[in-house]
């Protein structure tokens, strides 16, 4: 099922693409790996069955267009983003853990000084 729609995704990409793909600077790929509390699925299975495929869509991708390749998911998806730069993401978005981070260092850092 998940290489059906693989299959199916890339030659609708390849339509628009052969349209459109010179003249586009970001190309947006949405697919949430995650909530605010963590991965929606584990990371090992995520690199056995989604990651390969998203990296073919995406060097497909490449061969259409210059375009930076900007991946949309929610949530908490710190575990994921080595994965995502080695399939060639270039902007990710949104970055819930970076608020995470700030959050743990503000509670750390600053909240003992002002309580």
Same mark, same amino acid.
């Given at each position: 099922?998940?290489?059906?729609?693989?299959?199916?995704?890339?030659?609708? +990409?390849?339509?628009?693409? +052969?349209?459109?793909?010179?003249?586009?600077? %970001?190309?947006?790929?949405?697919?949430? &790996?995650?909530?605010?509390?963590? *991965?929606?699925?584990? *990371?090992?299975?995520?690199?056995?069955?989604?990651?390969?495929?998203?990296?073919? @869509? $995406?060097?497909?991708?490449?061969?259409?267009?210059?375009?930076?390749? $900007?991946?949309?998911?929610?949530?908490?998806?710190?575990? #994921? @983003?080595?994965?995502?730069?080695d399939i060639g %993401?270039?902007?990710? +978005? *949104?970055? #819930?853990?970076l608020?995470?981070? &700030? $959050?743990?260092? #503000?509670?750390? %850092?600053?909240? *003992?000084? @002002?309580?």
């Open positions: 099922m998940i290489e059906k729609l693989t299959e199916i995704y890339m030659r609708c +990409n390849e339509h628009y693409l +052969n349209k459109v793909g010179k003249y586009i600077d %970001v190309y947006v790929y949405w697919d949430d &790996l995650a909530g605010q509390s963590g *991965p929606l699925i584990s *990371p090992e299975i995520y690199r056995k069955m989604i990651k390969p495929r998203q990296k073919r @869509i $995406f060097d497909a991708v490449r061969k259409k267009t210059k375009a930076k390749i $900007f991946y949309h998911t929610c949530g908490a998806v710190y575990e #994921f @983003i080595s994965d995502l730069i %993401v270039d902007i990710l +978005n *949104p970055v #819930f853990d608020f995470l981070i &700030l $959050f743990i260092i #503000f509670k750390q %850092v600053f909240l *003992p000084k @002002i309580l």
